[in-house]
């Protein structure tokens, strides 16, 4: 996954602060935490920094689909095994007689569960990763065989 | 809820919705069930006689008249049709008074034999579900042929006397010649073998039992892996074609092994079992003739025999009928040679390499989801198929039965 | 490239699977199958790039099939998805079980010695064998 380096290699690096921060390596370090947009760095619009502007659109792509948890699904990859579906523990804690006992899932309370052959994030809030008391769950990308589930 | 004759597994979870009786959506199937699913839209065979299309009756006729000429037909294929297709399939062999065998001949039919003859301790994946606290994937990769193998039932689900979960109720191992994706997921619990190297890993496990070293891998880690086995409420081998290859002839040294774990805890094997219903087809003729595949009804009577496997029927069979299965692209390109040189009879939903050299092509429903009919788990068993949408073809169960009344 | 002798195991493939339940005559099957994965001491010393063809002979027959490197390391031994390419390379002669040697075959892998065949083409190989 694309790294706060990599994006700082794509800004302009002349740190003129239009965007508000003091550095470009500061405004790349905010467009990973989805703090800023592309399009708060003016000069990057401007046609001499055309390629770079492309470029840095390219590998932000995955991350707007990241859902609030930082959670992004890479389709190709995943096998459709349900082997997150079923070791999520909300999951198990939200439907106790579907994806807990390794069944699809039959509440719809459920965080992820396989659609078309490929898994989908349903109530991303109710994550263990997202609000004030989040905690670094990483049952889902563990148990997965292909790293087709990633956090961001 | 529809079911998933993907693979052997015949997940009963599948939820289908339809637009205007065709597939628009589905949920819980993985990725190979789902190409299962999809196959009904793609390449599907249509009827064929001797290099022209045809309607079925006519192409139903052909395969009669080609099979009642032979001395010695060969009935092949079985582990994709239902256990009705199954009976109507050996019935016909009967009739015929062929020779009939199915891919378990060089898959894990040596394996299943001894569980259908009582001769291996078995359970069920729900068993599995429920107790299996030590599991062992031997030179299989259910991860890759049996996706949900481990979602479902082995690995990662919740069950009656292991709730907390697979970290601390469960301890998987896997034991390959490849770091699979299976082999991945159980990380520490993985034992990497040579090719051909699992006898030796078999007598290392042994040595330890009576208390000796171990001459293969590294002494304290096997030690280690060996009491985990022991202190085993409920095990579970699941062994795969890689450790079937690997023993051929040496399969007693398994049993061995099996039973030589037994003596202290209850360990099951459970072989991972390919197509849908293999085990159907292997149970259901053991039932009839006492053989699990290889049997000719050669003068009326059932013989098992190894001159009656695939392998070794291509040299004196003169014409075959292959039901939902490849042969011409499953078998090594020496024995499918033999089998382009006889008279061949495809039943089949799809177009395959078979169907492409057959005189005959009979395209039929693809089971469980255009026919229903009941077959059995990797584990024995029993799953109810019902139709998920209108097919234009008929069974394979109905094609047979046709075939049966003119020859 | 310099020669390089392997012994060949097949493996299943989910993707490769997925393909096959496409169609037997799709590029993604054949993609998914006409391929062979090498260790990659053993495909550097070969000097064998990842994606590039390369022709597998053992004593029963010969195919070429394009080679891809492993992250995984397992000098001396390579995958193959078993499928009707990897079946050119196994023996005809079986022993007391009757099981063709499927998961243990000796191969040499040497420069592609033409592209690599469409299912088609295997198929009229083995009707005019």
Same mark, same amino acid.
């Given at each position: 996954?694309?790294?706060?380096?990599?994006?700082?290699?794509?800004?302009?690096?002349?740190?003129?602060?239009?965007?508000?921060?003091?550095?470009?390596?500061?405004?790349?370090?905010?467009?990973?935490?989805?703090?800023?947009?592309?399009?708060?760095?003016?000069?990057?619009?401007?046609?001499?920094?055309?390629?770079?502007?492309?470029?840095?659109?390219?590998?932000?792509?995955?991350?707007?689909? %990241?859902?609030?948890?930082?959670?992004?699904?890479?389709?190709?990859?995943?096998?459709?095994?349900?082997?997150?579906?079923? %070791?999520?523990?909300?999951?198990?804690?939200?439907?106790?007689?579907?994806?807990?006992?390794?069944?699809?899932?039959?509440?719809?309370?459920?965080?992820?569960?396989?659609?078309?052959?490929?898994?989908?994030?349903?109530?991303?809030?109710?994550?263990?990763?997202?609000?004030?008391?989040?905690?670094?769950?990483?049952?889902?990308?563990?148990?997965?065989?292909?790293?087709?589930?990633?956090?961001? | 809820?529809?079911?998933?004759?993907?693979?052997?597994?015949?997940?009963?979870?599948?939820?289908?919705?339809?637009?205007?009786?065709?597939?628009?959506?589905?949920?819980?199937?993985?990725?190979?069930?789902?190409?299962?699913?999809?196959?009904?839209?793609?390449?599907?065979?249509?009827?064929?006689?001797?290099?022209?299309?045809?309607?079925?009756?006519?192409? !139903?006729?052909?395969?009669?008249? !080609?099979?009642?000429?032979?001395?010695?037909?060969?009935?092949?294929?079985?582990?994709?049709?239902?256990?009705?297709?199954?009976?109507?399939?050996?019935?016909?062999?009967?009739?015929?008074?062929?020779?009939?065998?199915?891919?378990?001949?060089?898959?894990?039919?040596?394996?299943?034999?001894?569980?259908?003859?009582?001769?291996?301790?078995?359970?069920?994946?729900?068993?599995?579900?429920?107790?299996?606290?030590?599991?062992?994937?031997?030179?299989?990769?259910?991860?890759?042929?049996?996706?949900?193998?481990?979602?479902?039932?082995?690995?990662?689900?919740?069950?009656?006397?292991?709730?907390?979960?697979?970290?601390?109720?469960?301890?998987?191992?896997?034991?390959?010649?490849?770091?699979?994706?299976?082999?991945?997921?159980?990380?520490?619990?993985?034992?990497?073998?040579?090719?051909?190297?699992?006898?030796?890993? !078999?007598?290392?496990?042994?040595?330890?039992?009576?208390?000796?070293?171990?001459?293969?891998?590294?002494?304290?880690?096997?030690?280690?892996?060996?009491?985990?086995?022991?202190?085993?409420?409920?095990?579970?081998?699941?062994?795969?074609?890689?450790?079937?290859?690997?023993?051929?002839?040496?399969?007693? =040294?398994?049993?061995?092994?099996?039973?030589?774990?037994?003596?202290?805890?209850?360990?099951?094997?459970?072989?991972?079992?390919?197509?849908?219903?293999?085990?159907?087809?292997?149970?259901?003729?053991?039932?009839?003739?006492?053989?699990?595949?290889?049997?000719?009804?050669?003068?009326?009577?059932?013989?098992?025999?190894?001159?009656?496997? !695939?392998?070794?029927?291509?040299?004196?069979?003169?014409?075959?009928?292959?039901?939902?299965?490849?042969?011409?692209?499953?078998?090594?390109?020496?024995?499918?040679?033999?089998?382009?040189?006889?008279?061949?009879?495809?039943?089949?939903?799809?177009?395959?390499?078979?169907?492409?050299?057959?005189?005959?092509?009979?395209?039929?429903?693809?089971?469980? =989801?255009?026919?229903?009919?009941?077959?059995?788990?990797?584990?024995?068993?029993?799953?109810?198929?019902?139709?998920?949408?209108?097919?234009?073809?008929?069974?394979?169960?109905?094609?047979?039965?046709?075939?049966?009344?003119?020859? | 490239?310099?020669?390089?002798?392997?012994?060949?195991?097949?493996?299943?493939?989910?993707?490769?699977?997925?393909?096959?339940?496409?169609?037997?005559?799709?590029?993604?099957?054949?993609?998914?199958?006409?391929?062979?994965?090498?260790?990659?001491?053993?495909?550097?010393?070969?000097?064998?790039?990842?994606?590039?063809?390369?022709?597998?002979?053992?004593?029963?027959?010969?195919?070429?099939?394009?080679?891809?490197?492993?992250?995984?390391?397992?000098?001396?031994?390579?995958?193959?998805?078993?499928?009707?390419?990897?079946?050119?390379?196994?023996?005809?002669?079986?022993?007391?079980?009757?099981?063709?040697?499927?998961?243990?075959?000796?191969?040499?892998?040497?420069?592609?010695?033409?592209?690599?065949?469409?299912?088609?083409?295997?198929?009229?190989?083995?009707?005019?064998?």
């Amino acid at each position: 996954m694309v790294g706060a380096m990599e994006i700082y290699q794509l800004t302009p690096k002349i740190n003129c602060k239009k965007c508000g921060l003091p550095t470009c390596m500061a405004f790349a370090v905010a467009l990973l935490a989805k703090e800023k947009n592309i399009e708060d760095c003016t000069p990057l619009l401007e046609p001499k920094y055309e390629a770079k502007l492309k470029k840095l659109r390219e590998v932000m792509a995955p991350l707007a689909s %990241a859902s609030e948890t930082g959670l992004i699904i890479h389709d190709e990859k995943c096998y459709g095994c349900g082997n997150c579906v079923v %070791a999520c523990p909300v999951n198990v804690a939200n439907d106790p007689r579907g994806s807990a006992i390794g069944l699809g899932p039959k509440s719809d309370k459920v965080i992820l569960m396989v659609e078309d052959g490929v898994v989908k994030c349903l109530n991303p809030k109710e994550c263990r990763r997202f609000g004030p008391n989040r905690i670094m769950c990483n049952l889902c990308t563990s148990t997965c065989p292909s790293k087709a589930i990633e956090f961001v | 809820m529809a079911v998933c004759t993907g693979c052997s597994l015949l997940c009963d979870d599948i939820e289908v919705t339809l637009e205007s009786g065709r597939i628009a959506r589905t949920k819980n199937l993985c990725r190979k069930g789902l190409g299962r699913f999809r196959s009904l839209y793609s390449e599907r065979a249509s009827p064929r006689a001797d290099g022209s299309e045809v309607d079925v009756g006519d192409a !139903i006729s052909r395969a009669a008249e !080609i099979l009642s000429g032979a001395k010695r037909p060969l009935l092949f294929g079985w582990s994709n049709s239902t256990l009705e297709a199954q009976q109507a399939g050996i019935a016909l062999a009967r009739k015929l008074g062929g020779v009939i065998d199915d891919t378990s001949s060089f898959c894990q039919g040596p394996l299943m034999e001894l569980v259908i003859r009582g001769q291996m301790p078995t359970g069920t994946l729900d068993d599995v579900r429920n107790f299996g606290d030590t599991l062992i994937y031997w030179g299989s990769d259910p991860t890759s042929s049996h996706p949900r193998h481990m979602s479902r039932f082995s690995y990662f689900p919740r069950g009656e006397k292991l709730q907390k979960g697979f970290e601390e109720d469960r301890t998987a191992f896997a034991v390959d010649v490849r770091e699979s994706p299976t082999a991945k997921i159980v990380a520490d619990g993985y034992f990497q073998i040579p090719p051909g190297g699992d006898a030796e890993f !078999i007598e290392a496990i042994l040595s330890v039992l009576d208390g000796k070293m171990p001459k293969v891998q590294d002494k304290k880690r096997m030690i280690s892996f060996v009491t985990t086995l022991k202190k085993a409420k409920m095990g579970f081998i699941f062994p795969g074609l890689g450790l079937v290859y690997s023993l051929k002839d040496r399969l007693d =040294l398994f049993s061995q092994l099996v039973a030589r774990l037994n003596e202290g805890v209850p360990f099951r094997v459970i072989p991972m079992v390919g197509h849908y219903n293999m085990r159907g087809f292997n149970q259901t003729l053991f039932e009839q003739t006492g053989g699990i595949n290889q049997v000719s009804f050669a003068d009326g009577e059932a013989r098992r025999g190894q001159e009656n496997g !695939i392998i070794s029927a291509l040299d004196s069979c003169d014409a075959a009928l292959v039901v939902g299965s490849d042969p011409v692209s499953s078998l090594p390109a020496a024995f499918a040679r033999k089998l382009a040189k006889i008279p061949v009879v495809v039943m089949d939903p799809h177009r395959n390499l078979t169907a492409d050299l057959a005189r005959v092509v009979i395209p039929t429903a693809l089971s469980g =989801l255009e026919a229903g009919g009941a077959a059995l788990r990797m584990d024995g068993v029993r799953v109810e198929l019902a139709p998920v949408v209108e097919g234009a073809s008929p069974s394979d169960a109905e094609v047979l039965a046709r075939i049966r009344e003119v020859v | 490239m310099a020669e390089l002798s392997v012994l060949v195991v097949t493996f299943r493939d989910i993707f490769q699977s997925e393909a096959q339940e496409a169609g037997r005559y799709g590029e993604e099957y054949r993609k998914a199958s006409a391929l062979i994965l090498l260790d990659r001491g053993d495909a550097d010393r070969a000097g064998i790039k990842d994606g590039s063809a390369v022709t597998v002979a053992s004593d029963a027959g010969s195919v070429v099939v394009n080679a891809g490197v492993d992250q995984e390391s397992h000098p001396g031994v390579a995958f193959m998805p078993n499928s009707p390419w990897s079946n050119q390379l196994v023996s005809g002669q079986v022993g007391p079980s009757k099981i063709p040697e499927f998961k243990r075959i000796e191969a040499r892998l040497s420069s592609a010695s033409g592209p690599v065949l469409k299912i088609e083409e295997l198929l009229l190989g083995i009707v005019q064998g």
